[in-house]
């Protein structure tokens, strides 16, 4: 680069004088390459901090979809006691509409996981095990979008138990 290679000394001046000139250059020089690394350290952290933000509000996204999620699966069986198939069948739409939510927002969970992993190889140990907090609660999410998918199969199976059940009975009525 241009600025680091060291000045000649000046004619006319003593030895010992260009060396404290070289020596005071190379210090400027070492406390503007601090200040870059300085600036570099704040600005990879001021966006490790944004990433962290990003994550924890799809993480509170992904709560707040299975938190819905759970109330369509209870609305699902309420209905399913208490207004019959066409609100039984609402709520199971429903319910796979949170299902697909939660994998959309699990997939931008990942994601912003990824881009975050990607901003802290650079950063302390600390960045690294937040991430590693952060990748747990991914797992964790993927096994409680398992259970909901295996909820979902159980509410289908019910659904045509009672719609058997209704067709057998409606077959006793007629005969």
Known sequence: RRGDSVPAPAHGRSEPAARAQEAEWRARLAEERAQMAEKRAREAEARLLQMERRAQAAERRVEALLAERAAAVQGTELARAALGDAREAEAVWRTEACVAEVATAKAEYEALLSERFAQARG???????????????????????????????CVRRQEAGIAERASASSLAEAA
Do not use: G, N
Not at 128 to 149: D, G, I, N
């Open 123 to 153: 950063a302390e140990a600390a960045e690294a095990a937040r991430f590693s907090l952060l990748t747990e609660r991914s797992e964790a999410l993927e096994a409680e979008m398992r259970r909901a998918q295996d909820s979902l199969v």
